[in-house]
């Protein structure tokens, strides 16, 4: 029995077919049309629908690459289901390099808006509406902030099992069980019936090639878990998922000139320096300890720092030893050199 035309913004896509369309949008005051791009793969089979959303915060570009590779992949072709793929939802924040929409909100805090509401909200409501309602999973991408950067990682409710089982399936070493924000596309989501993944990985306004490629493959193999992609057999080494009992950060004790000494995906002991405080002059002023045994998951980039300002993010595990072993697998397993000196591009 063929399948049903998928009707996305008004338009209709027939089974095995794929469309690239925009989701219309308030223009800018120069009256410059703006809309959020979308990349729909109707399957001819049967199966699963699925989200990938990049940059709902718009200075978070490493998910606006990973779905610009996934949805060039071939091994998607045949898949089934349907698969819709956002490179941009904040498009305005792209446009400005910003994190927010022009009106200061945090899109990521607005869910699940309203039609008539602040522009915030409207956009919201349109990516609830038209994307999120008509899915059964969902990956929401995003990286560290400005000047941090995160270690790959997976957060999600991990108390719910299918949810665990995509977490898992998504092979990164590091999974945190996180907390739903309120007005988070996550909580909205959830509030439809959707799993979703949040993903973690980089920092903002910069591509880092390590995150991206595990963010592709990270994808392609919850497809394959949810049933959308055949299986296929695993190449290189098998990577050992973790759930930390829990995460925080660890802050400057005084302002000054940072020197780090721990970098990302580092396993630390409790006591181990993490970086040195000096003043303009090179006099020390204090030192950063880790406050108990774990593995670096972000980091301040900046060697500068005021007191109390959030430097080393740490997540606590029953073996970091093991994880801070399967993040190096991983790195090899993606064959990227020189990932953990910090290269950027």
Same mark, same amino acid.
């Given at each position: 029995?063929?399948?049903?035309?998928?009707?996305?913004?008004?338009?209709?896509?027939?089974?095995?077919?794929?469309?690239?369309?925009?989701?219309?949008?308030?223009?800018?005051?120069?009256?410059?049309?703006?809309?959020?791009?979308?990349?729909?793969?109707?399957?001819?089979?049967?199966?699963?629908?699925?989200?990938?959303?990049? %940059?709902?915060?718009? !200075? /978070?570009?490493?998910?606006?690459?990973? $779905?610009?590779?996934? #949805? +060039?992949?071939?091994?998607?072709?045949?898949?089934?289901?349907?698969?819709?793929?956002?490179?941009?939802?904040?498009?305005?924040?792209?446009?400005?390099?910003?994190?927010?929409?022009?009106?200061?909100?945090?899109?990521?805090?607005?869910?699940?808006?309203?039609?008539?509401?602040?522009?915030?909200?409207?956009?919201?409501?349109?990516?609830?509406?038209?994307?999120?309602?008509?899915?059964?999973?969902?990956?929401?991408?995003?990286?560290?902030?400005?000047?941090?950067?995160?270690?790959?990682?997976?957060?999600?409710?991990?108390?719910?099992?299918?949810?665990?089982?995509?977490?898992?399936?998504?092979?990164?070493?590091?999974?945190?069980?996180?907390?739903?924000?309120?007005?988070?596309?996550?909580?909205?989501?959830?509030?439809?019936?959707?799993?979703?993944?949040?993903?973690?990985?980089?920092? %903002?306004?910069?591509? !880092? /090639?390590?995150?991206?490629?595990?963010? $592709?493959?990270?994808? #392609? +193999?919850?497809?394959?878990?949810?049933?959308?992609?055949?299986?296929?057999?695993?190449?290189?080494?098998?990577?050992?998922?973790?759930?930390?009992?829990?995460?925080?950060?660890?802050?400057?004790?005084?302002?000054?000139?940072?020197?780090?000494?721990?970098?990302?995906?580092?396993?630390?002991?409790?006591?181990?320096?993490?970086?040195?405080?000096?003043?303009?002059?090179?006099?020390?002023?204090?030192?950063?300890?880790?406050?108990?045994?774990?593995?670096?998951?972000?980091?301040?980039?900046?060697?500068?720092?005021?007191?109390?300002?959030?430097?080393?993010?740490?997540?606590?595990?029953?073996?970091?030893?093991?994880?801070?072993?399967?993040?190096?697998?991983?790195?090899?397993?993606?064959?990227?050199?020189?990932?953990?000196?910090?290269?950027?591009?």
């Amino acid at each position: 029995m063929k399948r049903e035309d998928f009707v996305i913004g008004g338009e209709k896509i027939k089974a095995g077919e794929q469309r690239r369309l925009q989701l219309e949008m308030p223009p800018l005051y120069t009256d410059t049309n703006m809309g959020i791009p979308v990349f729909v793969q109707h399957g001819k089979r049967p199966g699963p629908t699925l989200f990938v959303s990049a %940059a709902i915060h718009g !200075d /978070e570009l490493n998910g606006i690459e990973i $779905v610009s590779r996934l #949805i +060039k992949s071939r091994g998607i072709k045949n898949l089934r289901g349907t698969l819709i793929a956002i490179p941009m939802v904040n498009v305005y924040g792209v446009l400005n390099q910003s994190r927010y929409l022009p009106d200061r909100r945090d899109l990521n805090r607005c869910f699940p808006g309203s039609k008539k509401g602040s522009l915030a909200g409207r956009i919201a409501r349109l990516f609830l509406d038209e994307i999120v309602s008509k899915c059964d999973f969902g990956i929401d991408l995003h990286t560290g902030a400005i000047h941090r950067s995160n270690l790959p990682q997976i957060r999600a409710n991990l108390d719910d099992p299918k949810t665990l089982e995509m977490a898992e399936a998504f092979g990164v070493p590091v999974l945190l069980n996180a907390d739903i924000r309120d007005g988070s596309l996550r909580q909205a989501a959830a509030d439809e019936g959707a799993k979703v993944l949040l993903y973690e990985a980089g920092q %903002a306004l910069r591509y !880092d /090639e390590f995150s991206i490629r595990a963010g $592709v493959k990270g994808i #392609i +193999k919850v497809m394959r878990n949810i049933g959308m992609l055949n299986g296929v057999k695993a190449r290189g080494h098998t990577i050992r998922p973790f759930v930390a009992r829990q995460s925080g950060w660890v802050r400057a004790n005084e302002s000054g000139f940072v020197m780090h000494k721990a970098q990302l995906g580092d396993h630390v002991e409790k006591g181990d320096v993490l970086a040195i405080i000096s003043n303009p002059f090179g006099e020390q002023l204090g030192t950063m300890f880790s406050p108990s045994t774990g593995v670096v998951i972000g980091k301040q980039n900046i060697p500068l720092a005021q007191e109390g300002e959030a430097i080393y993010h740490i997540a606590y595990f029953s073996k970091p030893d093991q994880v801070a072993e399967h993040v190096e697998m991983l790195q090899d397993n993606l064959v990227v050199p020189d990932y953990a000196a910090g290269m950027n591009s």
